[in-house]
């Protein structure tokens, strides 16, 4: 199986930034899309941000586009979301996901982070 660590999560005010870590295996990283989603209670999980490595392929969501962005660790396996500017509508639980598909902002990934708490508020 593809395992997936999530950390980062913390409580922020509006205009701070925040990175959120993604760990996964080598294998993974090469060979899988990496994805970003969040939910908040009561709503539906949102793609927030996808990766592929082997198609050269990043995706953000309109609402965070501009204001998030991905890079990689190679020497640790790890995709970083880095967001800036954070907004209140911003806070959810933020997952890490793997797939073996394309790259997409869709929550049809196979393979789970544990996710991380994100709270944007003053």
């Known amino acids: 199986q593809v395992q997936l660590v999530e950390s980062g999560g913390a409580l922020v005010q509006p205009g701070g930034s925040l990175r959120l870590s993604c760990a996964a295996s080598e294998y993974a990283l090469n060979y899988y899309v990496i994805g970003w989603f969040r939910q908040s209670p009561g709503k539906e999980r949102e793609g927030v941000s996808c990766f592929s490595r082997s198609a050269g392929t990043t995706l953000f969501a309109h609402s965070v586009e501009g204001r998030f962005t991905i890079s990689v660790d190679n020497a640790k396996n790890t995709v970083y979301l880095e967001m800036n500017n954070l907004k209140p509508e911003d806070t959810g639980i933020y997952y890490c996901?793997?797939?073996?598909?394309?790259?997409?902002?869709?929550?049809?990934?196979?393979?789970w982070g544990q996710g991380t708490q994100v709270t944007v508020s003053s």
């Open positions: 996901a793997a797939d073996a598909d394309v790259c997409k902002l869709l929550p049809e990934y196979a393979y």
